[in-house]
């Protein structure tokens, strides 16, 4: 992967440097921030990490985790922002209105609805992970990989391609993940962290959701509910529901899933996955304000969960047409 040299320069010439990621962030995102704050400090930069919630427990194993400032508003005496895993300024949540205060912005990601803003912007869709793209700028930089590093580069690709399952499951992906474990990473202790400690709640949650479970007549689409209700009768923590959209998916003839998470009284977490078929789950998203990737988006959306449930399911129904034309 090329690594142009306006990246470099600009990384080079700024002094202190906040590193953002999107709103209720996942393995990669995290992974890419700590990585990168890591590479900056090497520099010999000012650096840090700001999140505006607590990082999710099963992240918390992440070398440079503590170190993470949580945050309403991004500090004013930095100049330059680096967005990871940001494909539009909106994704930084409370965020997005301290923006302005940044002489630069630079943009890493690997979505293809990226907006690209900032004046660099590396937005390179083949790339399994925003995490892979890191790497290569750390590289790029001369800057050796440490095995705390490592760990959260291999963190954000082994999350983003659902432990090397998805399309975004790259021979590159594999050449650069064997670069990580031979610079100290021990996969098994990253599974163990990230999906093998989950909170009880969690586990009772899914035993709920996955009574939800419904099909469309021909079995192609697949959705799971959980609403406020079920999340209470289990105590369920942020994030327990990471991952839950997977076992929709997983049904033989199932080419489209969907997970609704009820936020609170005005607003639903949507989860879209798309297997074997051709209809593209990013544009669905993207009707609904949301986006992501051709395989796998989200978005929230208000309303109530009968309504958005037949809007959602209807829309992707028109799109199995289209892709039938
Ligand atoms: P998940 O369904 O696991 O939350 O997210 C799947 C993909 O969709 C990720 O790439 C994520 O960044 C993107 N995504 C999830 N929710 C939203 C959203 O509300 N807006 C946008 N633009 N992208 C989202
Ligand atoms: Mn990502």
Not at 57 to 64: A, I, K, M, Q
Not at 108 to 113: A, L
Not at 143 to 160: P, S
Not at 269 to 275: A, M
């Amino acid at each position: 992967m090329k690594i142009t040299d306006d990246i470099i320069k600009v990384l080079k010439a700024g002094k202190k440097f906040a590193v953002a990621i999107h709103i209720n962030p996942d393995g990669d995102a995290i992974g890419s921030q700590l990585a990168f704050v890591r590479a900056l400090k090497k520099m010999g930069k000012e650096a840090a990490a700001y999140m505006q919630a607590p990082i999710p427990d099963n992240y918390r194993f992440l070398p440079g985790s503590e170190s993470i400032k949580i945050v309403d508003s991004l500090p004013e005496s930095f100049d330059t922002l680096v967005c990871l895993d940001i494909p539009e300024l909106d994704r930084l949540g409370k965020f997005e209105e301290s923006v302005k205060g940044f002489k630069s912005i630079i943009n890493i990601d690997h979505h293809i609805c990226n907006a690209r803003y900032g004046i660099v912007n590396i937005s390179e869709t083949s790339a399994s992970a925003t995490a892979e793209l890191v790497y290569h700028i750390i590289k790029r930089l001369d800057i050796e990989i440490d095995a705390e590093m490592a760990v959260c580069l291999y963190t954000g690709i082994v999350t983003d391609t659902g432990s090397f399952q998805y399309r975004n499951t790259t021979a590159e992906a594999h050449r650069v993940v064997a670069d990580l474990i031979e610079n100290g990473v021990r996969a098994e202790k990253v599974t163990r962290e990230v999906y093998e400690a989950r909170n009880l709640s969690q586990v009772k949650l899914l035993g709920l959701t996955l009574e939800t479970m419904s099909f469309s007549s021909d079995g192609r689409i697949s959705w799971l509910w959980v609403t406020k209700k079920m999340k209470d009768l289990v105590g369920s923590q942020p994030n327990d529901t990471e991952g839950f959209v997977n076992y929709a998916r997983s049904v033989k003839g199932v080419e489209v899933a969907v997970f609704f998470e009820e936020l609170d009284d005005a607003n639903i977490k949507i989860s879209l996955r798309s297997k074997i078929s051709r209809v593209d789950v990013n544009k669905v998203a993207h009707k609904f304000g949301g986006g992501g990737h051709p395989a796998a988006a989200g978005a929230v959306v208000s309303g109530t969960p009968e309504e958005i449930e037949e809007m959602i399911l209807k829309i992707i129904k028109i799109e199995f047409k289209n892709e039938e034309k």
